[in-house]
């Protein structure tokens, strides 16, 4: 079971460069979301989507922009780079089961902007 | 919004000691996670407990919904148990607002 995959797992980038961080997951969740977690504090979301073509903001969407065209893919892209987005970025999902709100993390990607 | 309290922010203990991490929150909620953060980064789900209590081997969680906190419990503590515990509580739609965490140091 290979779970929430993320890629890339460390990335480096310029101020201004556009990226987009991917994941997927192979559980069939219906929700996916992102989150970043800063230096010393626990993660914050970023924006989340609740089935394929339907998406929604967070708690801090700003800069960031996602889309869901399929149920497995969920990628976060980042437009024009800036430094305060230096962070480290998870990925999520969950089902609509048994188990509703149980959600599951990929590994992470570390995010620099110089 | 709501707000995910936890306490103590860190924590040190010797190898084998018992210890009781606690997280607060503000409003009424769906449900709650624990997760526990390991030194390389990743994030491991350790209990999904919207309410009463739940045991894996020597980690158990308690949590009371009508007075809005749980109890993680880690007996005989081992160096493993090193890194930053989360609650993590479910606003809807499966969005997460989290705690900032307790920060563990066992010592062997």
């Known amino acids: 079971n290979a779970g929430v995959t993320q890629t890339p797992k460390f990335q480096v980038l310029k101020t201004g460069q556009s990226m987009t961080l991917q994941c997927a997951q192979d559980?069939?969740?219906?929700?996916m979301s992102w989150y970043r977690q800063d230096p010393g504090m626990g993660l914050r979301l970023i924006h989340y989507?609740?089935?394929?073509?339907?998406?929604d903001q967070g708690e801090v969407p700003n800069g960031y922009n996602v889309s869901r065209s399929t149920t497995e893919d969920f990628p976060l892209r980042l437009l024009s780079a800036a430094p305060s987005q230096t962070s480290v970025y998870f990925c999520?999902?969950?089902?609509?089961?048994?188990?509703?709100?149980?959600?599951?993390f990929g590994e992470g990607s570390r995010l620099t902007v110089l | 919004g709501i707000q995910v309290e936890q306490s103590p922010p860190d924590l040190i203990l010797q190898e084998g000691a018992n210890s009781t991490l606690r997280c607060n929150f503000s409003?009424?909620?769906?449900?709650l996670q624990w997760f526990h953060q390991n030194p390389w980064g990743q994030l491991i789900n350790l209990f999904y407990?919207?309410?009463g209590t739940k045991q894996n081997g020597r980690l158990s969680a308690t949590t009371v919904a009508t007075e809005r906190y749980s109890l993680l419990y880690i007996s005989s503590s081992q160096t493993t148990d090193s890194g930053v515990y989360f609650c993590?509580?479910?606003?809807?739609?499966?969005?997460?607002?989290f705690g900032t965490g307790t920060r563990l140091l066992v010592s062997p």
């Open positions: 999520a999902s969950s089902n609509r089961g048994t188990h509703t709100g149980e959600l599951f």
């Open positions: 559980m069939n969740h219906e929700y």
């Open positions: 989507s609740v089935g394929a073509g339907i998406t």
């Open positions: 409003d009424s909620v769906n449900n």
């Open positions: 407990i919207p309410s």
């Open positions: 993590a509580v479910n606003t809807g739609f499966q969005k997460l607002v």
